[in-house]
């Protein structure tokens, strides 16, 4: 089974820190994503890579970075926290090619508080 | 402005009923459509997929439909369980491959009732 862990369930933070949300998943995926989850607004695409040391804005990527050093870590950084921030931080992976969308194994979330 | 919206955030269903969930989107480049589903306290769950040159997807008691002309496409779930309750998104994409990012819907929670 495709396993994808994300390394807190839940964090609280405050305003200005530096947030690390790391994600690893255990199937050698070429593809990994990193979305958030808001009430009425279903998941937005931050940012995705499909390469090491490769990274691709996504929909909302105005306050975060990321970090793929190696194949099967994917990391989400909050430069400085701001309480907007505050939703449910969701990592996915997949495989490359022709694989459709449908392979998207997701993490079970870390629920973020900005404070 | 989003480009793909569930219109009805909950929906409540008695068990053994069928459970209808609506999704409409703008965007005429979209062609691939795919359910997900997600229960508390775990990531979505991929359910049932359609592309844009069919008008229905079938897989056991759950059936895609997608009408191309309005923009609409709803999942119909027969016979309603108790295990179905969860956040079900309506998600859209131009074309099929894994690269082709994903356009969510805001999601509906369905409750079926014992």
């Known amino acids: 089974d495709v396993k994808v862990t994300q390394s807190s369930r839940y964090l609280v933070k405050r305003t200005g820190e530096k947030v690390f949300l790391e994600c690893v998943q255990d199937m050698d995926h070429e593809n990994m994503f990193w979305y958030r989850q808001d009430p009425g607004l279903g998941l937005r695409l931050i940012y995705f890579?499909?390469?090491?040391?490769?990274?691709e804005k996504g929909d909302i990527p105005e306050g975060y970075s990321v970090s793929r050093e190696k194949k099967e870590r994917f990391s989400l950084i909050l430069e400085s926290a701001s309480t907007n921030q505050t939703s449910m931080y969701l990592c996915a992976s997949s495989e490359s090619g022709h694989t459709t969308n449908e392979k998207l194994f997701f993490g079970s979330g870390t629920q973020l508080s900005v404070l | 402005d989003q480009q793909v919206k569930q219109n009805s955030p909950s929906l409540s269903v008695q068990e053994g009923r069928i459970s209808i969930l609506n999704c409409d989107y703008t965007n005429s480049m979209f062609d691939y459509f795919l359910w997900y589903k997600k229960y508390p306290a775990e990531g979505p769950t991929f359910l049932i997929s359609i592309s844009s040159i069919k008008d229905k997807n079938e897989d056991g008691r759950f059936t895609v439909f997608l009408n191309k002309s309005a923009k609409h496409l709803s999942l119909h779930i027969v016979p309603s369980q108790p295990g179905d309750s969860a956040v079900y998104f309506c998600?859209?994409?131009?074309?099929?491959?894994?690269?082709?990012?994903?356009?969510f819907g805001g999601g509906t929670r369905l409750m079926v009732k014992p």
């Open positions: 890579s499909y390469d090491v040391k490769m990274k």
């Open positions: 998600a859209a994409s131009e074309g099929y491959g894994a690269g082709n990012m994903l356009t």
